[in-house]
């Protein structure tokens, strides 16, 4: 087992659970368009490692640089708001295409939010499966549940806010929460829509979509989601979370 200083982060589609609760055929192309959803994600974010999937999030880390105030907390701002627009433009694909159901029209209502931290954590291999274990891996996590009621965010642990000595003009949210198992905790959170000016890039508007990718969409959307529909293979809903 190998153990070292990480950078973690995770991102969290808001509304999923209602999202996935729907009929076969929605739920086949709910499950279809999940996956496309975080796999733009997690090419969003070169650089970090994609540890697990864990339903509705995509757990990703990667190592941290020292000296650790040197633009941390700047650079992972620029990728969770990378991470942010790819989500946003499947996701406005997804609801764009042909198909009336809730699966493809119901993913209009979904949103995605961070959670941000660094600590030491360990690597261990079982059956060729990589994991990060520690506590600061269960810190972030229970993060996840937390009282912001901002509908899209990045939320800094006290850690990670701390290693910041360039931070962005946005403002910034303090919270305070007992997290279980940990004690009380402190975090920083910053509204997605409020960044994307000063040091962070401001993204493009999403481009509206065309004609062909919205017929293309539709297809994929039928021919992916047939194995659930038939029972081929199994949502992720019904074994997670």
Same mark, same amino acid.
């Given at each position: 087992?190998?153990s070292?200083r990480a950078v973690?982060l995770?991102?969290?589609?808001?509304?999923y659970?209602?999202?996935?609760?729907?009929?076969?055929?929605?739920?086949?192309?709910?499950?279809?368009?999940?996956?496309?959803?975080?796999?733009?994600m !997690?090419d969003?974010?070169p650089?970090?490692?994609?540890?697990?999937i864990?339903?509705d999030?995509a757990?990703?880390?990667r190592? &941290?640089?020292? *000296?650790?105030t040197?633009?941390?907390?700047?650079?992972?701002?620029?990728?969770?708001?990378?991470?942010?627009r790819?989500?946003?433009l499947?996701?406005?694909?997804?609801a &764009?295409?042909l198909? /009336?159901?809730?699966?493809?029209?119901?993913?209009a209502?979904?949103k995605?939010?961070?959670?941000?931290?660094?600590?030491d954590v360990?690597?261990q291999t079982?059956?060729?499966r990589q994991?990060?274990?520690?506590?600061?891996? !269960?810190?972030?996590h229970?993060w996840l549940?937390? *009282?912001v009621? !901002?509908?899209?965010?990045?939320?800094?642990s006290?850690?990670?806010?701390?290693?910041?000595?360039h931070? /962005?003009?946005?403002?910034v949210?303090?919270?305070?929460?007992e997290?279980?198992?940990?004690g009380?905790a402190?975090?920083?959170?910053?509204?997605?829509?409020?960044?994307?000016?000063g040091?962070?890039?401001?993204?493009a508007?999403?481009?509206?979509?065309?004609?062909?990718?919205?017929?293309?969409r539709?297809?994929a959307?039928?021919g992916l989601g047939?194995?659930?529909?038939?029972?081929?293979?199994r *949502?992720?809903a019904?074994g997670?979370?």
């Amino acid at each position: 087992m190998e153990s070292g200083r990480a950078v973690l982060l995770i991102a969290d589609i808001g509304g999923y659970t209602d999202y996935m609760s729907t009929h076969r055929m929605s739920l086949a192309h709910a499950e279809v368009n999940t996956a496309r959803m975080l796999d733009k994600m !997690i090419d969003a974010a070169p650089g970090y490692e994609l540890i697990e999937i864990e339903g509705d999030a995509a757990f990703l880390s990667r190592p &941290a640089v020292a *000296p650790e105030t040197d633009g941390t907390v700047l650079a992972l701002l620029q990728v969770a708001l990378a991470m942010h627009r790819a989500f946003h433009l499947e996701r406005q694909n997804v609801a &764009a295409n042909l198909c /009336p159901c809730t699966g493809c029209k119901g993913a209009a209502n979904l949103k995605l939010k961070f959670v941000a931290h660094i600590g030491d954590v360990a690597t261990q291999t079982i059956r060729q499966r990589q994991k990060l274990v520690g506590i600061d891996v !269960i810190l972030a996590h229970r993060w996840l549940k937390n *009282p912001v009621t !901002i509908p899209e965010y990045v939320l800094l642990s006290e850690e990670l806010y701390g290693a910041g000595d360039h931070l /962005p003009s946005a403002p910034v949210q303090e919270i305070s929460d007992e997290l279980e198992g940990i004690g009380t905790a402190r975090a920083f959170v910053l509204d997605i829509g409020d960044l994307g000016g000063g040091e962070l890039a401001a993204a493009a508007p999403l481009p509206a979509p065309r004609w062909s990718n919205r017929l293309g969409r539709t297809f994929a959307a039928a021919g992916l989601g047939l194995p659930y529909m038939l029972g081929l293979r199994r *949502p992720r809903a019904e074994g997670t979370r």
